[in-house]
């Protein structure tokens, strides 16, 4: 005490100088290099918005080419990486396996971990880039035991990642214009979220100096958990166990009992005390993905929107400026597309990546020193052994 300041939860303390993405929370306000996310969803695309985290500028058209034709230099992974699947069980969590298998891609690529060069960083962000969603994809082969499908160049980012999930090689899988749009805005709504726990995860194991896989490895176990990426996951077993309209109001009382630890997933946010704005897009990309599909009476939607309505005039709900977040519509959108539950983390996890990039990057880029948090000692005072 007196020495430094008590914070548990870090609710007061910026631990750092960003560039990269502004919220402001009361308001519902979220830029990424001054662009609202809002006007991003609608114009930009997601490998647009990596180049723009990176590089704190949107890149010109030629700069775009150039940038879009290294990404998918970079897209497949190294042939023994498919070997090390065989280790794991069918019936794996495909984050687990994103944990292992991210974090050993440091193994792979020796020729680009010098942290203090530019350039070795920037190779690294590509990789990364590049690599998540042909990784992603493996899991879910994986996991229902079809082939690994090759990356496919000629693709755009967002339909490249739904041929390996969807394809196979007796069958092409081509996704219409309106389910390709849907991911890659899902990708790019989740990009980046400043200091949240798995950002902060990946910039305190990297001012270590560890090298980047690693530093992603750590972001994706931080983000696995329900309170942050795991939420969308959560939102959807939620939804499936509320089962009937009728069935909201139990719920909602239970999110409200102090003694029992239920909440309502997909719903508060730490920085956000308004409408999380990613969640509005959320929702209307929704509306037009299940219109796309002809199931817009798609039973869960109706759930989750009355949910809504009811959990927001509820006094409960109101006090505590609770409100829906990114997390709350995006799982209907992944289970319309036919993603499976347990893979919507890995596609936070994918998405997130360029955040997390992004943040080590502006961390090894400007003068910096190793993280280290203090505590507060509530343990024994010192006292002998017993003899
Ligand atoms: N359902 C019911 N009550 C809630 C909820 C909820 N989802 N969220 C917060 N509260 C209550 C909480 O019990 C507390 O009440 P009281 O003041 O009476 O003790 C009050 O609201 C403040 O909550 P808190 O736990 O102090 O808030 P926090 O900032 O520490 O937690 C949160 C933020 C996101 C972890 C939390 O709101 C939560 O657990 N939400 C559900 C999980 C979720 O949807 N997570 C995704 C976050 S967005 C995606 C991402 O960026 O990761």
């Given at each position: ?30 830029l ?28 010109n ?6 940038f ?127 200091q ?10 990297g ?48 999110a ?24 509005k ?28 309505q ?25 289970k ?12 936070f ?39």
């Open positions: 005490k007196g020495l430094f300041t008590y914070d548990p939860g870090f609710v007061s303390t910026a631990a750092c100088e960003s560039k990269i993405t502004y919220i402001d929370g009361e308001k519902g306000i979220l990424h290099g001054g662009y609202p996310i809002e006007q991003l969803a609608e114009h930009s695309d997601y490998l647009e918005t990596c180049y723009l985290l990176l590089n704190g500028e949107l890149p058209a030629e700069e775009k080419e150039k879009v034709s290294i990404v998918k230099n970079h897209t497949m992974v190294h042939e023994q990486m498919s070997h090390f699947f065989n280790g794991f069980r069918r019936d794996a969590h495909p984050m687990a396996i994103m944990v292992a298998c991210v974090g050993a891609l440091s193994a792979f690529y020796h020729d680009s971990l010098d942290i203090n060069d530019a350039h070795h960083r920037e190779v690294c962000a590509f990789r990364l880039i590049a690599k998540m969603p042909t990784l992603a994809a493996m899991c879910y082969k994986y996991s229902i035991g079809q082939p690994f499908m090759y990356p496919r160049n000629e693709l755009g980012y967002a339909e490249n990642f739904l041929h390996m999930m969807f394809g196979t090689p007796c069958e092409e899988y081509k996704p219409s214009p309106v389910l390709a749009k849907a991911m890659d805005r899902i990708f790019l709504l989740h990009a980046d979220h400043e949240n726990a798995s950002t902060s995860t990946v910039r305190l194991a001012s270590s100096g560890a090298n980047p896989f690693a530093c992603i490895s750590s972001g994706i176990a931080a983000l696995w958990g329900p309170a942050h990426g795991g939420a969308n996951e959560a939102v959807l077993t939620m939804l499936e166990e509320i089962g009937d309209e009728a069935n909201i109001p139990e719920f909602i009382e239970r409200k009992d102090p003694e029992d630890p239920f909440r309502l997933m997909g719903f508060g946010h730490r920085v956000y005390r308004n409408f999380d704005p990613r969640a897009v959320m929702k209307a990309t929704c509306d037009q993905v299940l219109a796309e599909l002809g199931v817009e009476d798609e039973p869960l939607l109706k759930i989750a929107k009355r949910l809504e009811i959990a927001l005039e509820d006094e409960y709900f109101v006090e505590r400026k609770l409100y829906p977040n990114v997390d709350f519509y995006s799982g209907i959108i992944l319309a597309i036919g993603i499976p539950t347990s893979m919507f983390t890995v596609i996890a994918l998405s997130r990546t360029i955040g997390w990039i992004s943040h080590w990057n502006e961390f090894h880029s400007s003068p910096n020193r190793i993280g280290r948090p203090r505590q507060l000692y509530t343990g024994p005072q010192k006292r002998d052994y017993p003899a």
